[in-house]
């Protein structure tokens, strides 16, 4: 996998190894294994996490886990921490919305403020699945 994965990177998006990227990364399955490849193809890279204070000490434990991961990485890392609920209650919009405007938001300044060129985002089927539905 992880050479089928560096040959992917080398053919379609080589700017990679050259530009300032962020991922962004929640501490769950997909993002980190994305973060693990990356790091096995030698791309730099720093991290944006965001803590949307929903599931308690949980969202807790996903934000320290990122950033003992930025450390073990030597990459920077981003933290946005949101009252998401709050949030969504003051826009009338789902917790789900709210969570999606707010990150999408925070990703944008981040990389402005930070000079990114590209910021990374790991999705699997089920997210691409749930995209759609939004879409739709």
């Given at each position: 996998?992880?050479?089928?994965?560096?040959?992917?990177?080398?053919?379609?998006?080589?700017?990679?190894?050259?530009?300032?990227?962020?991922?962004?990364?929640?501490?769950?399955?997909?993002?980190?294994?994305?973060?693990?490849?990356?790091?096995?193809?030698?791309?730099?890279?720093?991290?944006?996490?965001?803590?949307?204070?929903l599931r308690g000490i949980e969202s807790d434990d996903d934000q320290r886990f990122v950033e003992k991961l930025a450390q073990d990485f030597d990459c920077n890392v981003h933290i946005k921490s949101f009252q998401t609920e709050a949030y969504a209650l003051e826009k009338s919009i789902s917790i789900q919305m709210a969570a999606r405007e707010l990150r999408y938001d925070a990703f944008d300044q981040i990389a402005v403020e930070n000079n990114y060129d590209t910021i990374l985002t790991a999705h699997h089927l089920e997210d691409q699945l749930e995209t759609f539905l939004i879409n739709l």
């Open positions: 996998m992880l050479e089928a994965f560096q040959t992917h990177i080398n053919k379609e998006f080589p700017e990679l190894f050259t530009a300032s990227i962020a991922i962004a990364i929640s501490g769950g399955k997909d993002s980190t294994v994305l973060a693990h490849l990356l790091r096995h193809c030698k791309i730099k890279f720093d991290f944006i996490h965001c803590n949307f204070n």
